[in-house]
């Protein structure tokens, strides 16, 4: 559990966090943003896989992350290779391949991208008048979640008018799904 006022957090920790409260978010049909200066493509298959499970439930997702990163890599090569991997990716025990074209097709429709020069994190989610923010210094790429990484960490729940206000409009994002 994190700490009320946050904490300083392992690697492991706040990737199992990260995964579980955008997979519950997904799940329960929430508005979702994941804003970060860096992805890679391993986080970004694990974003389409678990929008992919959670397909029904009407969820909303907006991947939030500059057309460049800070070693100026671009999103749309990052994007392009996960597409790939995702096509090569098969199940261990019929080898078929795990994702059909028409579900990554889906997913890569339905993830919408926002492109924005910033150097926060956080993962937030809305569902009617509540919202729920986790902040982190860690970048949801490998260079944070492959070593013995410690990064800050805190999460807030707080009225969804005060995560737009506070967080989404200094992006340029709105409430409007």
């Known amino acids: 559990m ?14 199992r966090l990260w995964k579980s409260l955008i997979d519950d978010w997904f799940g329960c049909g929430a508005v979702v943003y994941i804003v970060t200066p860096r992805i890679d493509e391993e986080r970004l298959f694990q974003i389409f896989l678990l929008m992919i499970r959670n397909k029904g439930t009407a969820f909303g997702v907006t991947l939030v992350i500059p057309e460049k990163g800070p070693g100026g890599e671009k999103f749309k090569k990052t994007l392009e290779t996960t597409s790939r991997m995702m096509k090569k990716t098969r199940t261990p025990r019929a080898n078929k391949r795990l994702v059909s074209d028409v579900k990554l097709q889906w997913a890569l429709e339905n993830l ?4 924005e020069n910033f150097s926060t994190n956080f993962i937030a989610a809305y569902k009617d008048d ?6 982190t210094t860690a970048h ?7 070593s013995n990484q410690k990064d800050n960490v805190c999460y807030n ?10 967080y989404l409009l200094h992006l ?3 409430l409007n799904y």
Do not use: Y
């Open 130 to 135: 509540e919202a729920e923010v986790l902040t």
């Open 140 to 146: 949801f790429h490998k260079s944070h979640f492959h």
């Open 112 to 115: 919408k991208v926002h492109h």
């Open 2 to 15: 994190i700490p009320e006022g946050g904490g300083i957090m392992q690697n492991d920790f706040i990737m």
């Open 157 to 166: 729940k707080l009225p969804t008018e005060d995560l737009r206000r506070n």
């Open 172 to 174: 340029g994002l709105s």
